[in-house]
């Protein structure tokens, strides 16, 4: 926002009536005939008539919106008959990848007792390189569903394909757009098109307006809501894996009224960390968590380090 | 650490044992006789003997101490007659700058009704502009330590200058070096010969190592314990103001096992996610919370927009 | 690497050995029976054999390459009868977008004659906004084509969907994939498949090393050389639009011999910062630089702010 | 900048004749009268009496300078006898730290016979470790005053602490701040007070603005004049040691017209990149270049792996 101000004599003290609400000027740009007091982004929600009132104020104005659809999509997204966002915390975990039919209908049915309501698994996985471990592709999302189905769970999984949309739209609830994939709009009008929710995670470098932008993608193809994830962005510091940006998901949860799901599994890439951080993202006002969850950490085909054992879920504690 | 292994055909089995005590393999350094498996920095705490009992181990390193004071110190710090760390949660707060004697007086009074047990405020402040406020100076030293006595709190304030360390040893009972002095080693020197507790905000590109390293700075000079102070590092969004770093807090706490403070007003820069973000610092492992209140934000001659009411505080609910 | 010493008095010496190589030493590690130096990442280039000769050095190991198709490819990527990399600098220019045929054909015969051989242009846009303009898509690539063949130039166009590898394969000389897709894992496997040499961007917060392994992707899936584009990574000022990262187009060019172009345009996004930056490029080694170039700016679809006048280009000098 | 619109119609034709300025609307705000097109910081240098003189457009704000000092300070610094900065180049050299008199005397000569007109080197040297060798303090800076005297050269060193300012300025000509102070603010008005020219390094984090504030604070104490040294910023990716800011140099070249001299040899702590990119930084407008020289690194007492033998400096070629 930018508030106008008359008088070169008013604007000390405007800039301290702004402070009152939480504004923050940061800079002043003078025309001929005005001063322009230009709010710094980080200022505290405020409504720009309660601004206007401000003696010496003579304008105040509000930025065009960008992001029509997500502005008009409220702060819960319905997944088949369960619904995140809101007041409701919700519990999504599984598996890095779904690696047999036998393994992850014993993990769903133990995660289901510990109140996680969405099942996740991969079966088509990214990986950095070109070499390591795929995941078991189609049949594993057949198992996958099954073992959701069996212990009265939704299905979250991710689509890396504009060529697998359909194949995974037809067995999951929820579609997942992976952090690398932000930003490929291509796939992204692909999801869009299969007319289900998205959970889309935040890529690694995105800005919060890139992030919601591509939200705006997905809806303006088709997707019927878009949970967001936060699950780390790129830090200078390597002794933590990524850097959890739970600034964002407070921002986005209490002032924007998204529904946003946190990921302290990849966050971290350490078990001993994704308890900790579950609470905290729980505490400052996320929809829920997604965590890893392995029934043998020393047996995962990928991401072992980061898996919690499936009765550790119940240590996070936030199911409301 | 290094985990050295005899036979390449044992270092797929070796790196999946790994995984189950929660550690990454980065890579694999080979030698005319061993593997090396050089492990990632961010894997979970594992004591090195539990890893040399993997069948197909031949020895594990462990990298030596580059800190021994501070490996030492444990994990609280006494602070006259009460304690921050360990079980505890300290609540510390105060106003940016300290403006008038009437005016901390009360303030603390207020405070120390919420559970505050440490009361903040700026004599010395750093700005970033030659030509802002920078404080009272001395007198306001004065006038802090005097409203903390009357309220029964204890006091903690800003070390600017080499030449201050003295005037602000005589009146505060835990000296804070800021942010941008966080490297200012001459300064660390100073402030560490005082023989006091310090409270050690990280700098905002500071890895968690170079933090640790200047803890050890300040004992080395004689400092009687060292409070780390999380107040967000340099992030690409200017959306939220600096990035709050609770990965490094949940490290510090749950790994490390010291006592971290952190600083949800300087971090966000605005009162709207102060609260959240607070209890989220609580919730992942801090030893407390420092904040920013004023009871006039509008009359605030420095950071206004970011500081709490003070009946705010108690929303915070960590008081323990 | 990492440098096996058998006994800790010799670690000084050692250490200052290595230094002599341009080595540092990032930490100590101590096994029961030796102490591993291991090396930082960004120690100078050296051959393994040189760091045993040195006395007291035991061993020293070297990481295995997780990169063997590119580690075989070579410094040049020929691009049909034209070669890029080596000691060549090849200069890479045309408009953000493709807009009309009769523009398209007077900007290419200008640019040739400003010792421009491949002529960019997008056919197919990625952009952060649903709503913005996205390209005359095929169309276009025609035009851009039949404008390459009548200047003698070749062809270099992005590739956004895998549904669009077939017909940007049939135009063009030169796959480029974006910045935002160099982890779309799928998209690389199938512009891959269409064996022709690939221009890889960085992804705006890859690491080296992502990047690297992106190449390798691409060379795994029958991409024929790639060629990779340095365009700025995510950084924390924005008064630069991003941070050209130099160092990185250093070290590929100089240490690890491969062909890397600069595209200061998106970088800086500010034309009066192209022609400066270009020449620091080519002047750190930089194969070549890709810029935008807009007959009239003022009148630009999209990205008109950075765009170059046709006759900048020959500012940049680097013709060889 | 942010330019007025009277119409909502006009804003379109508008934005389009700013893109032929080199200017990027980054976002339009509406107020009941006029729309707000604020202008991206990273746009191209223009004078606002050029974008009112676009038909549609009734006022364009320019923001008040926060660095008036600064602005009147010119092109050039002048240290004794030399000027650093307009079209000149300047190669400034030595060891990390000064380690023995006969050795400073020997490097000296060597390098003014290759051009280096002021001699760096280190008597009071910062350390992350405590434990570190600090430097030989006083005497070595009798030494480095000696050797650049018998050699004709000038003497840069950096100031530590405020209470080696006057022994430093006793001695040296070109007072430097460190990364790691730029902005110790105490240091800074100590330093500013010596009435010298200062070199000040950026800090790791510091955004330009800030850097550039930082230098109006030694202005404000007194300073005679400020030569900016980049020195690479915090990055992501460890395989180069800092990420080398060569936007941020051109942007200050260029546009600010302030000299800048840029130290590749901290930048990016392996010799073998360090001519690269002092190459590099002179082809986009350094004022010169800063490297770490050492007749033999093998016994430096710090930071060997980076430091140049002294012939290498006749390579980088920049001498005018």
């Not at 940061?26 to 309660?50: F, I, N, S």
């Not at 809101?86 to 510990?114: D, K, W």
Request: charged share 20%; hydrophobic share 50%; with cysteine.
């Amino acid at each position: 926002m930018i508030v106008s101000v008359g008088s070169a004599s008013d604007v000390k003290r405007v800039t301290q009536a702004l402070a009152a609400h939480g504004q923050w000027v940061a800079r002043v740009e003078a025309t001929a005939t005005e001063q322009l007091l230009v709010l710094a982004p980080y200022g505290a929600a405020v409504d720009a008539a309660r601004l206007r009132e401000i003696p010496g104020v003579r304008a105040v104005s509000t930025p065009a919106s960008t992001r029509p659809l997500l502005d008009g999509a409220g702060s819960t997204v319905a997944v088949g008959d369960i619904v995140i966002g809101g007041e409701r915390r919700t519990l999504i975990a599984g598996p890095c990848a779904v690696e047999s039919e036998a393994r992850i209908h014993a993990l769903a049915s133990t995660l289901a007792r510990h109140g996680v309501s969405v099942l996740r698994g991969g079966a088509h996985k990214p990986r950095t390189s070109p070499y390591a471990f795929r995941g078991h592709g189609d049949v594993a999302l057949g198992w996958l569903r099954d073992a959701a189905d069996a212990a009265g769970m939704k299905v979250v999984t991710e689509v890396l394909s504009e060529g697998d949309v359909d194949a995974v739209a037809a067995r999951a609830d929820l579609l997942q757009v992976g952090s690398r994939n932000m930003a490929a709009f291509a796939l992204l009008r692909a999801v869009g098109r299969a007319g289900l929710p998205v959970l889309l995670k935040r890529g690694a470098a995105a800005t919060i307006d890139e992030w919601l932008l591509a939200a705006e993608h997905l809806l303006a193809a088709g997707a019927r809501g878009v949970v967001l994830c936060e699950r780390g962005v790129r830090g200078f510091d390597h002794e933590t894996r990524n850097l959890l940006d739970l600034s964002a998901v407070a921002l986005l949860a209490n002032v924007h009224r998204l529904p946003v799901i946190v990921d302290p599994s990849h966050a971290t890439g350490r078990r001993d960390l994704v308890v900790p951080l579950a609470r905290a993202a729980l505490a400052c006002g996320a929809a829920g968590v997604m965590v890893e969850v392995h029934d043998q950490p020393e047996l995962a085909l990928s991401d072992g380090p980061q898996a919690l054992a499936p009765d550790d879920v119940a240590a996070i504690g936030g199911r409301s």
